[in-house]
């Protein structure tokens, strides 16, 4: 009797019910997947422009996830939560969907599809986006598993261990040259983008309405300052005007939303100004209560574009001349936050050193930097350097990542450096790592 011929078989994948959670975790952390192509379970494009740090804790799996959804010009910037399963149904079967801690969860992450993909809801009765990994994986789900068991503990994220044999004083130099590096980089795109429209004060009111804007609304407040007839706002003497054309011009001037009714003077002001078109209403993240955290920026957003009997807001009038001015005073870093923290409208309450010290941060100082490098006034460059450097230092997870690696940094030209370092010099890079002689030039 002959034998049949031998064959060889590939081991099959490994069974989805044997993958454990924290591979999934591990391989959506690393972003061990094609970012070309993601797509929802509805169909709408998916950008992941940071996957969130993991929670070792109680509630979802990631915080701080930032994610882009749907297509332009209607697509939306989402900050929150994500939550890693293998399947749809592990959803329910936790009870995520009654759970209020999870209504922060900006998308659902699924390794398989099954018969409830597509049809889950958050505890608040909102439909809960969900995108499909597998068939976006870079490797087999055989592989993350050997590869999550054999890899062993990794440094933290953008961060070697060899920080701390690095002298102290070189890990300082190399921190404020990344940090001048990061200001001169950010000075060059505002003048890529002053060269398409070559107006300095639009281009700080735009910057300054993104920074206030947070993660969720950046961009919704960026594309609202495009908008804005900036000559009539200026025109306007009553700050309530202003306020209603900024809530008209969003969307979301609503008589059902806000109990002063700013829409009567939104209408009154479309019908003798030529306005340009509003806003989607749904192009805003909302909180907890209806528009309540858009109508906060929009508050102060209008108040940067109002005046009282003494003062001016921050954009209103002459914005880049008060700041050159406020650089140079004996205490520049005081002047200047006063100019972002004054409040001129009565019940808006001027910006929180924090947030105020985030504008100055992405918005103010580099629409100044570039404003000097135009003018070619080294003094004023260097002025703005130094605000830069009289800040406090950010905290956030980067910052502390790289503490943990052993490169701390003192001042928020430090940590601008760190964040630099982070976005630029990713691990494959020639510069990635710690700096293996004393850097030639510093701040």
């Known amino acids: 009797m002959s034998l049949p011929p031998p064959t060889v078989h590939e081991p099959p994948d490994a069974a989805l019910a044997d993958i454990p959670e924290a591979v999934i975790q591990d391989a959506w952390a690393r972003r061990l997947y094609d970012p070309a192509g993601l797509r929802t379970t509805t169909g709408d494009p998916v950008e992941v422009l940071d996957p969130g740090t993991l ?9 701080g996830a930032s994610i882009r959804l749907g297509a332009a010009p209607d697509d939306l910037l989402w900050a929150g939560d994500v939550e890693i399963h293998r399947t749809s149904a592990e959803w329910n079967a936790h009870r995520h969907g009654e759970d209020p801690a999870y209504d922060r969860v900006i998308l659902h992450v699924i390794v398989s599809p099954d018969r409830e993909t597509g049809h889950l809801t958050r505890s608040d009765g909102t439909r809960l986006p969900e995108l499909v990994l597998r068939p976006h994986l870079d490797r087999s789900l055989r592989a993350l598993v050997h590869d999550f068991y054999v890899r062993g503990p990794q440094p933290p994220p953008y961060a070697e261990r060899e920080w701390r044999e690095v002298p102290a004083d070189v890990r300082q130099a190399w921190m404020r040259r990344l940090g001048v590096e990061r200001l001169h980089h950010r000075a060059a795109r505002l003048g890529h983008a002053f060269g398409r429209t070559p107006d300095l004060d639009r281009l700080l009111t735009s910057r300054v309405f993104r920074a206030l804007g947070y993660a969720p609304n950046a961009d919704a407040m960026e594309r609202l300052a495009s908008r804005l007839p900036l000559p009539l706002i200026r025109s306007l003497d009553d700050p309530a005007d202003i306020h209603a054309l900024l809530l008209g011009l969003a969307g979301l001037a609503d008589r059902r939303l806000f109990p002063d009714d700013p829409t009567e003077r939104f209408d009154r002001l479309a019908e003798t100004h030529d306005l340009p078109p509003p806003m989607a209403p749904a192009a805003w993240r909302h909180g907890g209560r209806p528009a309540n ?46 100019m972002l923290r004054q409040s001129v409208v009565p019940g808006v309450r001027g910006l929180g050193r924090e947030r105020a010290d985030a504008v100055l941060t992405n918005a103010v100082l580099p629409t100044l930097f570039l404003d000097a490098e135009m003018r070619e006034d080294l003094g004023a460059s260097s002025r703005v350097l130094a605000v830069l450097d009289a800040l406090p230092p950010e905290n956030d997870r980067i910052t502390r990542a ?42």
């Open 293 to 338: 955290a858009p109508r906060r920026r929009l508050a102060q957003a209008a108040a940067f574009l109002s005046a009282s009997d003494t003062e001016a807001g921050l954009l209103r009038r002459d914005p880049l001349g008060r700041l050159r001015a406020a650089l140079g005073t004996p205490e520049p870093l005081r002047s200047v936050r006063a």
């Open 55 to 63: 929670n070792t804790g109680s509630g979802p799996d990631f915080s």
């Open 402 to 443: 790289f503490t943990e690696a052993g490169l701390e940094a003192a001042t928020r030209l430090e940590s601008q450096g760190l964040h630099h370092l982070a976005e630029t010099y990713r691990s494959g890079h020639a510069q990635a790592g710690p700096p293996r002689a004393r850097p030639d030039e510093t701040a």
